[in-house]
Nanobody
Framework: QVQLVESGGGQVQPGGSLRLSCAAS????????IGWFRQAPGKEREAVSC????????YYEDSVKGRFTVSRDNAKSTVYLQMTSLKPKDTADYYC???????????????WGQGTLVTVSP
């Protein structure tokens, strides 16, 4: 069955970096967009980034532009989210999700991982 497993979260000081991984199984990653989302305590889930199946189209939420970089290695069935210059407001559970199509523009996601916690604090 389709599985997405996030890893790489942890606690980091402001200004620090983390790289999240999303390991996909049960489907051919090559054909699907992957989105990254986050949910902070007491807040609604928000989209952070999306990468199309071919990596041609990439989306970033405004607050992470220039700090986060999404990439994918279809041969390894893994999508990455490199996060730099982290801020306390980046603290959240981070989730990856399988798109319904190859494109981010459809904004449809069919399967979700269990999440990995990122905590940014002194």
């Amino acid at each position: 069955q389709v599985q997405l497993v996030e890893s790489g979260g942890g606690q980091v000081q402001p200004g620090g970096s983390l790289r999240l991984s999303c390991a996909a199984s049960g489907f051919t990653l090559d054909y699907y967009a992957i989105g990254w989302f986050r949910q902070a305590p007491g807040k609604e889930r928000e989209a952070v980034s999306c990468i199309s199946s071919s990596s041609v189209s990439i989306y970033y939420e405004d607050s992470v532009k220039g700090r986060f970089t999404v990439s994918r290695d279809n041969a390894k069935s893994t999508v990455y989210l490199q996060m730099t210059s982290l801020k306390p407001k980046d603290t959240a559970d981070y989730y990856c999700a399988k798109g319904g199509t190859s494109f981010c523009s459809t904004d449809i996601y069919t399967h979700w991982g269990q999440g990995t916690l990122v905590t940014v604090s002194p």
